[in-house]
């Protein structure tokens, strides 16, 4: 480990049972058992094989995975305009890729369609090329080009590496596994078959039991520098959205990683338990103030 990691967390615990409201977006109920909402699973299946493998589409720089670009992971220094309309210069600048230094970006969309915005033109365009998502709070990002919508299912941004003709980087990369984002930029993706050996679980299981393992020493196994979580953001199948405060996470954020869990893994905080996709992080800069649709926890979950 080439770094060692630091985390303090706020004060004392916080009740989780409190509710969490948008301001714009009304928040839905959770039931005590949460399973009832969610698709049929198959036990012994992959989410793919049942149906329920989720694509986010990722951000490449010179190939390196650098973010995935959905609503809940921008990160909280994007500022969206009305009708959740953003610059993409202005994303890129957040995920370290300066537009006056791109040389292109190749918007990869379905069927292998791909849209080329070469440096010339971004220039010009830095302040009109924008993005938005289909469900205004969530869904599939749309880019908007010279008045034409343009469908993303992946980014690949070339600064330093020379554009080549539908590159699109390791296309897999990212689809399995939970994703953690340490303030909108991705540092893994918890893996089940990759804990063991790598993160120390909190203990060792009963005979058929799941090990759980601390966030913290996940991050600390892929050399995250987190001096201070100031909230966490849980990413739920749905795009709803679970959000931490510091003062919530003071025993630690845990988790577990069922067998054949469909992509989600179960995230521990106090009394409670919810199945997640994502996980993001907010350390060097606070939690955005934007509009999110939540979920309500009114009772231990026992997923």
């Not at 924008?130 to 469900?135: G, K, R, V």
């Amino acid at each position: 480990m080439s770094r060692r990691i630091t985390i303090l967390l706020a004060l004392s615990i916080a009740a989780v049972g409190c509710k969490r409201r948008s301001p714009s977006v009304a928040p839905a109920a959770a039931s005590v058992n949460t399973a009832a909402a969610e698709p049929a699973r198959v036990p012994g299946q992959g989410a793919a094989e049942a149906g329920l493998e989720v694509r986010a589409p990722l951000v490449y720089v010179d190939g390196e995975a650098r973010a995935a670009f959905t609503y809940n992971e921008l990160p909280s220094t994007v500022k969206l305009r009305a009708g959740g309309h953003g610059l993409v210069c202005d994303y890129l600048h957040d995920l370290g890729a300066d537009c006056a230094t791109v040389r292109q970006i190749d918007f990869h969309g379905p069927a292998g369609a791909i849209v080329s915005v070469p440096a010339a033109e971004l220039r010009r365009a830095r302040k009109t090329l924008a993005f938005h998502f289909t469900d205004g709070t969530g869904g599939k990002p749309i880019v908007e080009r010279n008045g034409a919508s343009v469908a993303v299912e992946d980014v690949a941004v070339f600064v330093q590496d020379k554009p080549v003709a539908g590159a699109r980087y390791a296309h897999d990369d990212g689809r399995r596994g939970v994703r953690v984002d340490v303030d909108g930029r991705l540092v893994g993706k918890i893996k089940r078959n990759l804990l063991e050996g790598n993160v120390e679980p909190i203990s060792q299981p009963a005979a058929g039991g799941i090990a759980r393992y601390r966030l913290a020493d996940y991050l600390a196994s892929k050399s995250a520098d987190v001096e201070r979580i100031r909230g966490v953001d849980l990413v739920l199948r749905d795009e709803r959205v679970v959000r931490l405060s510091a003062s919530e996470l003071t025993a630690g954020l845990e988790f577990a990683a069922p067998d054949k869990g469909h992509g989600e893994m179960i995230f521990y905080f106090g009394s409670q338990a919810v199945k997640a996709l994502a996980v993001v992080v907010w350390a060097r800069t606070e939690p955005p103030t934007r509009a999110l649709r939540t979920l309500v926890m009114h009772a231990a979950l026992t997923p």
